[in-house]
C-alpha cells in the first residue's frame, strides 16, 4: 500500500508529529497488535486503546523494533524518535475506520457484504469457496467482523483482486453507519435472523434496522422473504429474496430427504443434493444458492458445487501433545490471511522457544502459484519458525531449498515416514486446506486420553474478565486466583492469556504451581498465598511473592531472604478480620510491626484480607464489620510502618456486592470461570468450561431388569440405555447419580441411572433421538455447575476443581 502522506493524514484528521518527511507511506502491514513479529519498517501501527490495554504503551519498544508509521491519540505517553512518523489523532479506532475507508476507496472491483445474526461466517467461506474458480477472492479471514476486524479485513484489498466477500458483525446501535462507509457493499447478504436481539438493542426491529444500514449503496440484497427484512431493505435497495415457504419468492426451495428442488422467478426449475440437511445449513445454502443464481451461474455448476461444501470450523484449538509438545488445530482451511493470524497466535501462546508449522498446500483463489508461495515464504520468514513442515504438490516444489523445510508429497507419505518421537518440547501449529485431512496429523500428535474433554473457552474467559473490570475503578488493580489448577481448568494457558489481559497479580495456593507458571513463561507478579517454609528458596528463585501471615512464618522467611542477600523482597501481609484461618489479628500487630520496622529484606507491597460471606445477603453486617476491621488495622500498619501498600479485599462476590470497598485492588476468582454466586450475576457471565464425552454403547433393556452396582435402579417397560465413559474418578459426584441428576445427550436431558461407576455411568435414553459416538454434555452452557452444585449440596467450586487431571483439556478462542 503507498499512500500520499498529505492526502492520507487530510483525510484520517492527523498532525504529523516527528521527522520522517517522506512523501509517501509505503507499508506492507497493518497492525493494532504489539506482539505480531509482522511488525517492522513496513508496518503501520494503531495505538488503540481499550478496556484492558493501551497500544500507546507499547509505541517505544516497537520503535526499537524497526516501527516507522504510527498513529497516536496520547502524545504525552510516547518519545518522538528520529525517522518516525507519528500521525497524531483524537481517537485512533476512528482514524484505523478511515484509513480504511481511504483504502477502500481506491478500488472499485464487486464487495460482498454480508451481515445477519447467524450464518455470517459459514455463508462467507462457502461463497469463498463456490465462487473461487472465477474470482479473485479478498475475504475477512476467520470471523473478524468486529469495529477492528473489518478495517483490518479491508486492507488486505489489492490490485490484483476481483472480488471482495466481508463479514460485518454490530453489538449496539450507531456501529454500523461507520462500518457501512468501510466496507461499502455493491451486492449484499442479510444471513438469518434470530428471534433475539441481544442486549445492545432494544428490539429485534431496531437491530434490523440498523444491519440494513449496511446496505445504503448496494445495487441489491439477497435475503430471505420477510416482512421485517423487506420493510428495512426495500427503501433504501432492490432485494433479491430467498424463501423455503412462499413460492413467490426469487429463489424458491423445497426440501425433500436430501434433495433441494428450487424454482427461480417461479419459472426455471433444477435441484441439487444437499451435503447438509440441518435446518441452518438449509439456510445458509439458500443464501448461497441464491447469489450464485444472481451472479448468473447456471444450474449445473451450482449443483456441483454445492453438493461440495464442507462444514466450518474457525475455533483454533490450543491442545496438549505427545512429548511434551502444544498443538495448535487449525486444520481446516489454508489461504495466507488466515495463516498470518494463526502465526501471531502460535507466537501469543507457545510455551517452549521451538516453533513448528505443519503446512498443505495453500488455497489457490485464482492466483498465479508463484506469487501466493513467495508471500508464503516471506511470512514464515518473518515469523522464525524452527521447522517448517510441507505437505502436498505445490508447497514442496515450491518450497525446495528454504533450510528448515520438510517437504511431503501428500498427508499419506508424511505419516509413514514420520513419527511422534520426530516431535519433542516444540509448539506445533498443524494448518491444512480441508482436502489434506490433517485432522489425523492432530490425532496423532495428541496426547492419548479418553473421549472425554473440558472444552475451555479462552474468549468467554476474556469476556468475564471485562465484567468485572467494567464494575471498577479505572486506577483498581486486578489479582486473578489460578489455583488449584486455574479452578480445574487449567495452569499456563489460563496464566498466559491474564498475563496479555494485563492483569496486575496472579494468585496461586501453592509454591509449585506459581513455578509451573513460570517454567511456562509467564512473567506476571505472582502470590503464593499458602507458601510452605521448605518451599523459600524455591519461590525466591522464581520470584514468587508470599503471603504473610504470622510472626513465625516471616522470621523463617527474613532467614531464607537474608541467606540470598534480598533487598526489599516483596511481601504480602495477610490480616484476619474474622475468617479465621490464616491472617494477624488484631492483638499480632504490634509484634508484627516491630519486625518489619527493624529489616529491608522484605518490603510490604500488600495488605490484605478475605471476606468469608460476600455472597449472602444475610450476612451483610458481618461483611461491613470485616471491611471495618480490615480499614482500621491496614491503616494502623501503614502509619506506624509509613508505608504505602495496595489494600486489597474483594473477592469475586465482593466485586459484585461490595464495589465500594474495592480499595486499590480486588481479587476475582470463581468469575472468570464463568460462575456467579448470584442469578443476577450469573445473567452478565459466559460459560467458560463445557465437561463433555461420547457415548459409547447403547443397548435395550427388559422391563423390571437393573442397572448398574446395587441394582439402584429397575426399568419400567422396555428402555434404551446409553453407557457414557466417565465416571466419579473423572469429577462426577457419585450423589449426582442414581436418578438425582441427568446429561444432556442431543440437547435433551437423560437421566442418569443406577449407580455412577469408576470410569461409566448410564443414562436412560429412551425417549432420545440418539445414536452410538453421540457427544454427550454432562456440564456446560445449558447445564451450568451451580445447578448440579444445588442438587447435590455442594458449591460450584467443588465441582470444578474436582475434574481430575486425566480429562484432557482443549482451550480455544472463538
Ligand atoms: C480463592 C480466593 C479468592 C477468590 O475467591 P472467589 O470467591 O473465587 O472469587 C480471593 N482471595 C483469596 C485469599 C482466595 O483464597
Redesign the pocket.
Known amino acids: 500500500m503507498k499512500f500520499n502522506t498529505d492526502a492520507f493524514c487530510s483525510f484520517i484528521g492527523a498532525d504529523i508529529i516527528g521527522n520522517n518527511k517522506s512523501e509517501y507511506v509505503d507499508i506492507t502491514n497493518i497492525s493494532v497488535d504489539s506482539r505480531s513479529l509482522q511488525n517492522d519498517q513496513h508496518t503501520l501501527f494503531f495505538a488503540l486503546k481499550g478496556g484492558n490495554h493501551d497500544g500507546h504503551d507499547y509505541v517505544d519498544e516497537l520503535v526499537n523494533k524497526g516501527v516507522r508509521y504510527i498513529v497516536i491519540s496520547d502524545e504525552s505517553k510516547v518519545h518522538p524518535t528520529q525517522g518516525v512518523l507519528y500521525f497524531k489523532v483524537n481517537n485512533t479506532l476512528a482514524a484505523l475506520q478511515s484509513a480504511a475507508i481511504f483504502h477502500r476507496d481506491s478500488f472499485d472491483f464487486p464487495v460482498i457484504g454480508i451481515t445477519g445474526s447467524k450464518g455470517k461466517t459459514v455463508v462467507k467461506e462457502w461463497l469463498n469457496y463456490l465462487l473461487s474458480e472465477e474470482y479473485r477472492i479478498i475475504k475477512s479471514p476467520k470471523s473478524y467482523n468486529s469495529q477492528t476486524g473489518v478495517p483490518l479485513s479491508i486492507f488486505g484489498m489489492e490490485e490484483k483482486h476481483n472480488l471482495g466477500i466481508f463479514e460485518v458483525g454490530i453489538s449496539t446501535v450507531g456501529e454500523m453507519e461507520k462500518l457501512a462507509k468501510v466496507v461499502k457493499p455493491t451486492i449484499g447478504v442479510f444471513t438469518a435472523l434470530t428471534e433475539e436481539h441481544g442486549e445492545g438493542f432494544q428490539s429485534l426491529e431496531q437491530k434490523v434496522s440498523e444491519k440494513a444500514k449496511l446496505f445504503v449503496n448496494a445495487e441489491v440484497v439477497i435475503c430471505e422473504l420477510n416482512e421485517l427484512l423487506l420493510k428495512y431493505l426495500s427503501p433504501i435497495t432492490s432485494v433479491y429474496t430467498w424463501s423455503l415457504s412462499d413460492v413467490s419468492a426469487n429463489v424458491y426451495g423445497q426440501v425433500t430427504q436430501s434433495t433441494l428442488s428450487i424454482v427461480v422467478n417461479q419459472t426455471d426449475r433444477f435441484s441439487v443434493e444437499l451435503p447438509f440437511t440441518d435446518d441452518s445449513s438449509v439456510r445458509n445454502i439458500m443464501t448461497c444458492i441464491s447469489m450464485m443464481v444472481y451472479l448468473g451461474y447456471t444450474a449445473d455448476t451450482i449443483a456441483m458445487r454445492i453438493i461440495g461444501l464442507y462444514p466450518v470450523e474457525l475455533r483454533m484449538q490450543v491442545k496438549n501433545g505427545v512429548n511434551n509438545c502444544t498443538i495448535i488445530d487449525d486444520a481446516y482451511n489454508a489461504d495466507y490471511q488466515s495463516l498470518s493470524i494463526a502465526l501471531d497466535f502460535l507466537e501469543k501462546h507457545k510455551v517452549s522457544s521451538s516453533k513448528t508449522v505443519i503446512l498443505s498446500d495453500m488455497f489457490k483463489s485464482g492466483f498465479e502459484v508463484e506469487e501466493i508461495y513467495s508471500q508464503l515464504k516471506e511470512l514464515l520468514a518473518t515469523h522464525h519458525i524452527t521447522r517448517i513442515i510441507g505437505i502436498g504438490e505445490h508447497i514442496s516444489k515450491y518450497l525446495v531449498g528454504v533450510s528448515n523445510a520438510y517437504l511431503y508429497k501428500d498427508t499419506e507419505e508424511f505419516l509413514q515416514k514420520v513419527s511422534v518421537e520426530d516431535f519433542t518440547d516444540e509448539n506445533i501449529l498443524v494448518k491444512g486446506a480441508r482436502g489434506f485431512r490433517f485432522d489425523r496429523i492432530v490425532t496423532m500428535l495428541e496426547k492419548k486420553t479418553h473421549e472425554t474433554v473440558l472444552e475451555v473457552n479462552l474468549t468467554a474467559m476474556c469476556h468475564n474478565l471485562n465484567f468485572y473490570r467494567s464494575k471498577l475503578k479505572p486506577e483498581t488493580k486486578i489479582m486473578v486466583?489460578v489455583?488449584a489448577f486455574g479452578?480445574g481448568n487449567g495452569s499456563y494457558e489460563i496464566a498466559k492469556l491474564l498475563a496479555h489481559e494485563n492483569v496486575d497479580y496472579l494468585?496461586v495456593?501453592f509454591a509449585d504451581e506459581g513455578i509451573e507458571l513460570r517454567k511456562a513463561g509467564v512473567n506476571t507478579k505472582i502470590i503464593v498465598?499458602n507458601p510452605e517454609i521448605n518451599a523459600f528458596s524455591a519461590m525466591i528463585a522464581y520470584d514468587l511473592e508470599p503471603e504473610v501471615y504470622s510472626v513465625r512464618e516471616l522470621n523463617a522467611f527474613l532467614k531464607v531472604a537474608r541467606e540470598r542477600n534480598c533487598y526489599e523482597y516483596p511481601i504480602h501481609i495477610?490480616l484476619d478480620t474474622g475468617m479465621h484461618r490464616h491472617g494477624f489479628l488484631t492483638g499480632d500487630l504490634d509484634e508484627l510491626i516491630e519486625v518489619l520496622r527493624h529489616t529491608n529484606v522484605v518490603e510490604v507491597k500488600s495488605i490484605?484480607s478475605?471476606l468469608s460471606s460476600?455472597?449472602m445477603p444475610e450476612y451483610t453486617d458481618f461483611t461491613l464489620g470485616q471491611i471495618d476491621m480490615f480499614t482500621q488495622n491496614s491503616d494502623k500498619l501503614m502509619q506506624e510502618l509509613d508505608i504505602n501498600p495496595i489494600r486489597h479485599i474483594l473477592?469475586?462476590?465482593?466485586i459484585f456486592h461490595f464495589t465500594a470497598y474495592q480499595f486499590d485492588m480486588v481479587?476475582?476468582?470463581?468469575?472468570l470461570y464463568g460462575v456467579g454466586?448470584d442469578k443476577e450475576e450469573m445473567q452478565q457471565l459466559a460459560n467458560v468450561s463445557t465437561l463433555k464425552t461420547r457415548i459409547m454403547q447403547i443397548k435395550e433393556i427388559n422391563d423390571a431388569d437393573s442397572i448398574g452396582y446395587g441394582r439402584r435402579f429397575r426399568s419400567q417397560g422396555r428402555t434404551r440405555i446409553a453407557t457414557v465413559p466417565i465416571g466419579y474418578a473423572d469429577g462426577v459426584h457419585r450423589s449426582w447419580g442414581a436418578g438425582v441428576g441427568y446429561v444432556l445427550v442431543n440437547g435433551q436431558k437423560a437421566e442418569i441411572t443406577g449407580s455412577i461407576c469408576m470410569d461409566m455411568l448410564m443414562i436412560n435414553v429412551t425417549n432420545i433421538n440418539c445414536e452410538e459416538n453421540d457427544e454427550v454434555i454432562i456440564f456446560g452452557k445449558d447445564l451450568p455447575v451451580t445447578i448440579i452444585a444445588e442438587k447435590i449440596n455442594t458449591i460450584p467450586?467443588e465441582i470444578l476443581t474436582s475434574i481430575a487431571l486425566r480429562v484432557k483439556r482443549i482451550f480455544f478462542v472463538e
Open positions: 486466583m489455583k479452578y494468585g495456593a498465598m495477610k490484605f478475605h460476600s455472597d473477592n469475586t462476590s465482593g481479587r476475582l476468582g470463581i468469575g454466586n467450586y
